[in-house]
């Protein structure tokens, strides 16, 4: 569910690096133990981690504390964004308009830059539901697409990757 190998995370900051210039915001959902994270932020990216996992919490808030806002920790799960019930939301479902508000991230034309990135593993159970509700969000320009265009990279299995 998460990054575990030091090298993995190099590998995939270096993918995740864009230009000389500044780094967009980068929204990294379940980052775990937060190995991806320190590389990030190594890096310069202003990261947002969005962590459901109660157990990887308090060494996420700790390390946000540690740094001068270059890292927000926020109790939630990316595939519970914009859960279709109504009222409240109890964490870890979030919504994408709070959570944008929170962010400082405001709606950009579609033809702008992206101005939010987005890495996370999706978990194999339920895994095509998942991506299949990310395609039918971006067609519809709801939850997370209603900002304009986001950069998704997403690592998922092979078996949906070929389907």
């Not at 479902?93 to 508000?101: E, G, I, N, P, T």
């Not at 039918?136 to 389907?163: D, Q, W």
Request: with cysteine; hydrophobic share 45%; aromatic share 10%.
């Amino acid at each position: 569910r998460f990054i575990a190998c030091p090298q993995l995370a190099r590998t995939v900051r270096r993918c995740l690096q864009g230009g000389a210039g500044p780094q967009p915001l980068l929204l990294e959902f379940a980052p775990g133990p937060g190995i991806l994270t320190r590389s990030l932020l190594d890096a310069g990216f202003r990261v947002v981690a969005l962590e459901s996992n109660s157990d990887f919490l308090a060494d996420l808030q700790s390390l946000e504390n540690s740094l001068d806002g270059q890292l927000k920790v926020i109790h939630g799960d990316f595939f519970r964004l914009d859960p279709l019930a109504k009222g409240a939301l109890k964490p870890p479902a979030v919504s994408s308009d709070k959570l944008f508000k929170t962010l400082g991230v405001a709606a950009v034309p579609w033809r702008a830059d992206v101005p939010l990135k987005i890495f996370g593993i999706v978990p194999q159970p339920l895994e095509r539901n998942r991506l299949w509700r990310l395609l039918f969000a971006m067609y519809e320009c709801s939850s997370i697409y209603r900002y304009g265009r986001v950069e998704l990279n997403l690592f998922i299995s092979e078996k949906e990757y070929t389907v």
